[in-house]
């Protein structure tokens, strides 16, 4: 995909956030804090947050089209978001990387993104279940300096639940924190349990 195109596509997809996303988020949510948008470079960078609902991916798409110029991605669960060919091309016309949940391939495709000036958001714990953050974020951070920005955003569950389809209102807020690289002699591990540390206790937030 030439740079013109991507452009194009990412403009378009900032566009939708702010329009359509920024119209969902007034009748959905009762009130909606976004913090530390000064935190947020204007260069590609993979933001990882905590993951409890669907309306993650809404919530952090629109709080980041408010202060990020760059195009912006989601890494799915390709068994999820990707179980059907229907479901695909929607999925990719929003913007979402097929992420399998297990091997490399994930990982090249975040880094592919990344050479094509493109940020990724990225859901460390793998699944709306919440748990540990997988080393695979670390395994990217390794790839050539790469920058990651934290992002802890709640009340998302309460917005809708895992396993309802039907919003409600609720109070939601979303806190970007500083960006953080890979450490000399840090593996990859000990590099996902420091951004879980930023995420889910350093920048926790009540909504």
């Known amino acids: 995909m030439n740079r013109p195109v991507i452009l194009i ?19 959905w949510c009762r009130r909606i804090r976004v913090e530390g948008r000064s935190r947020v470079p ?13 309306a993650d991916t809404v919530l952090l798409q629109y709080a980041l089209a408010t202060c990020h110029k760059k195009p912006v ?24 990387i097929a992420f399998p949940r297990t091997g490399e391939v994930g990982v090249h495709r ?20 919440g748990g540990r953050f997988r080393g695979g974020i670390g395994r990217i951070a390794g790839r050539g300096g790469i920058e990651v920005l934290p992002v802890h955003v ?31 002699n840090e593996t990859p591990d000990a590099f996902a349990a ?9 920048l926790e937030i009540a909504a």
């Open 9 to 27: 596509e990412g403009a378009m997809r900032r566009v939708w956030a702010l329009i359509v996303w920024r119209a969902a988020i007034v009748i």
């Open 42 to 54: 204007n260069r590609p960078v993979v933001v990882v947050a905590n993951h409890s609902s669907h």
């Open 73 to 96: 991605q989601v890494a799915g669960a390709e068994d999820y978001w990707f179980r059907n060919r229907l479901l695909g091309a929607f999925s990719r016309v929003l913007g979402v």
């Open 110 to 129: 975040v880094l592919r993104a990344l050479d094509r000036r493109i940020s990724v958001v990225l859901f460390p714990q793998g699944s709306r279940s």
């Open 154 to 184: 709640a009340g998302a569950h309460e917005l809708l639940p895992k396993g309802t389809i039907r919003p409600r209102r609720a109070d939601v807020a979303v806190r970007f924190g500083e960006p953080v690289m890979l450490e000399p």
């Open 194 to 202: 420091r951004l879980e540390r930023i995420v889910l206790v350093d």
